[in-house]
């Protein structure tokens, strides 16, 4: 597997948006999950969501649900998360990575990008 490169976290205020991109991935072809999870400060990494590559089927995490949006852009080997109405407490370090088998295992994520910062602050 490759490696992940998320860009577009940056300082933000409650209530604005973002759109995160996990870029140069070769990983739309076949059956592989490709997930987000964050990281805030002091706190366990968490799922917040994945893509089916197969079929972009897509599942959010309840935390985020409504707010958040997962997308796929197979031509541009592409995944991406909008987020949308954030909060405070979405801050934290947002990772994408991907993985072969069960999407819904932790263990399943192989390949993980460097993380994009993002703060929600007034």
């Known amino acids: 597997q490759g490696q992940l490169v998320e860009s577009g976290g940056g300082l933000v205020q409650p209530g604005g948006s973002l759109r995160l991109s996990c870029a140069d991935s070769p990983y739309t072809i076949g059956t592989y999950c490709l997930g987000w999870f964050r990281q805030a400060a002091g706190k366990e990494r968490e799922w917040i969501g994945n893509?089916?590559?197969?079929?972009?089927?897509?599942t959010i995490a309840d935390s985020v649900q409504g707010r958040f949006t997962i997308s796929q852009d197979n031509a541009k080997n592409t995944l991406y998360l909008q987020m949308n109405g954030l909060k405070p407490e979405d801050s934290g370090v947002y990772y994408c990575?991907?993985?072969?088998?069960?999407?819904?295992?932790?263990?399943?994520?192989?390949?993980w990008g460097q993380g994009t910062q993002v703060t929600v602050s007034s």
């Open positions: 893509s089916l590559t197969l079929n972009g089927r897509t």
């Open positions: 990575a991907v993985g072969s088998g069960n999407c819904f295992s932790r263990a399943t994520y192989k390949t």
